[in-house]
């Protein structure tokens, strides 16, 4: 993995739809983050509690193109949600934190599968 530090971009979505609308899109929308980290695009994700919405970092090259891909993730394709997106620069090491200074790092590109 390279030392430049990408562009990272905090994406907040907020739910539109009813669990029960959205249910049936959680199978592709957990496939598409699957490609999007085997893309080295994914640094983290998750749900919101209580389940209102979720939050991706990802890294990309542009607000533009995180834009563009976040509109091809499932929940978006089909109304279910939509984002608000934060582009965000790392504090310089050390105190940008210890797990993202290993994410930086060779280590963590050789645990990739």
């Known amino acids: 993995m390279s030392t430049t530090v990408p562009n990272l971009y905090a994406c907040i979505s907020q739910y539109l739809r ?3 609308e959205i249910e049936p ?3 592709a929308h957990i ?3 699957g490609v999007q980290d085997a893309a080295g695009r994914l640094v ?3 749900r919101q509690l209580p389940p209102s919405g979720g939050a991706i970092i990802l890294a990309g090259p542009s607000r533009e193109s995180v834009q563009a891909l976040l509109a091809t993730d499932p929940f978006a394709v089909h109304g279910c949600a ?3 997106i934060f582009e965000f620069e790392l504090n310089p090491a050390p105190i940008r934190g ?3 200074n290993y994410f ?3 280590a963590f590109g050789a ?3």
Do not use: F, K, V
């Open 31 to 33: 496939e598409w983050l």
């Open 82 to 84: 939509s984002y608000w």
């Open 25 to 27: 899109h959680i199978a």
């Open 111 to 113: 645990d990739a599968p």
């Open 104 to 106: 930086l790092s060779e």
């Open 98 to 100: 210890r797990l993202m």
């Open 18 to 20: 009813a669990p029960a």
């Open 44 to 46: 983290a994700s998750g």
